[in-house]
Every structure is written in structure tokens, then in C-alpha cells.
């Protein structure tokens, strides 16, 4: 193999990973203008601590864990000053994360009424652009319009800095 073999093969592989590694942890933000891709960070945290009277010091790596049945959606700094993110549930797909008065909630933000993606920018329902359903950011309980049921709804946790949802719906 020559050398620019190598460099093609090189290339090709490193987008391969990067393309695997975004659609496992990829979570897009709605800030009202275009949304925004964010390439989230390794699970792990590292804290560095050296205790005094000693010498020497010690790194020590904290595991992040999480409740079984959950899984690792990405940093909770990444939500910091937002209403709203969406993500790709493992299993559920296209979803949403919706600040509910400082607590994070976790629906689907798929339309029950058709495949219209929902939106959320603070205040009191979460909306479908497409017929005007809303629902309620609490639960996801239909508030109005014809969606002909909720939202489902995933469990959060966050844990450590990092942020889980269930893989079964709760609600
Ligand atoms: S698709 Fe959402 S209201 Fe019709």
C-alpha cells in the first residue's frame, strides 16, 4: 500500500467512527434560530484531588453509573440556558428534552397525530407546527387540537453531570 492509500484509507475510517460515534450521542439543541448539532463528551469525568499532609498525589476516576434501564444521553451542562433539545432515543427515536419550570422532561417529538416533529420554546404547551396540536410540557397529556393521544413519555436522570433516559416509556 502506497502512501497516499493509506492517507484515503486513513480518512474514510476516521469518518466512519466519527459518523458512528454522533448518531449514538448526537443532541440538537433548539435555540428558536437554525438548530445546532452538539458532539457530546466521553462519559467519564476525571477529578484530580491531592490531600494534604501526604505526599504525593492521586488521580482518581469517577464512573459515571446509571439506574439500569437507562441509557446516556450526554452532558447536562450541554442543556444549561435552554428550553429545549432534541436527541435520538436508542430505541425510540426522534425525541425531545423540555425544561418544565427547571425540571427536565424527556417525550417523544413525534406528533401522535402524524409524523410531525414538535417544538418547545418555554411557556406553557409544547406545539406541532402541522395542525396546531399542543401538548402539555409536564406530561405530555394532549392540552388541544387533534393529536389523538400524548406524548410518550422516558424517565430522567441526571447523575454526575450526565444526563440518562429510560428506554421504556413511563408515561
Ligand atoms: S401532525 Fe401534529 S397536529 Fe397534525
Same mark, same amino acid.
Given at each position: 500500500m502506497n502512501r497516499r492509500e493509506f492517507i484515503r484509507r486513513m480518512v474514510v475510517a476516521s469518518t466512519l467512527t466519527v459518523t458512528g460515534i454522533a448518531a449514538v450521542v448526537e443532541l440538537l439543541a433548539r435555540t428558536g434560530a437554525p438548530e445546532q448539532v452538539y458532539q457530546l463528551p466521553t462519559v467519564q469525568t476525571q477529578s484530580t484531588s491531592q490531600s494534604s499532609g501526604q505526599t504525593g498525589s492521586s488521580t482518581q476516576t469517577q464512573q459515571v453509573s446509571m439506574s439500569p434501564g437507562y441509557v446516556l444521553i450526554g452532558?447536562?451542562?450541554?442543556?444549561? /440556558?435552554?428550553?429545549s433539545a432534541y436527541f435520538t432515543h436508542p430505541t425510540h427515536g426522534s425525541s425531545m428534552l423540555v425544561n418544565d419550570n427547571g425540571t427536565w422532561k424527556a417525550f417523544s417529538a413525534i406528533c401522535t397525530h402524524a409524523p410531525c416533529t414538535v417544538q418547545y420554546g418555554g411557556g406553557s404547551a409544547i406545539s406541532c407546527?402541522?395542525?396546531g396540536a399542543t401538548f402539555s410540557?409536564?406530561? /405530555?397529556?394532549?392540552? /388541544?387540537?387533534?393529536?389523538?393521544a400524548p406524548l410518550a413519555e422516558y424517565g430522567v436522570q441526571i447523575v454526575g453531570g450526565s444526563l440518562f433516559v429510560s428506554t421504556a416509556r413511563i408515561n
Open positions: 452532558p447536562s451542562s450541554s442543556l444549561s /440556558g435552554r428550553k407546527p402541522c395542525h410540557p409536564s406530561d /405530555g397529556s394532549v392540552l /388541544g387540537g387533534p393529536a389523538p
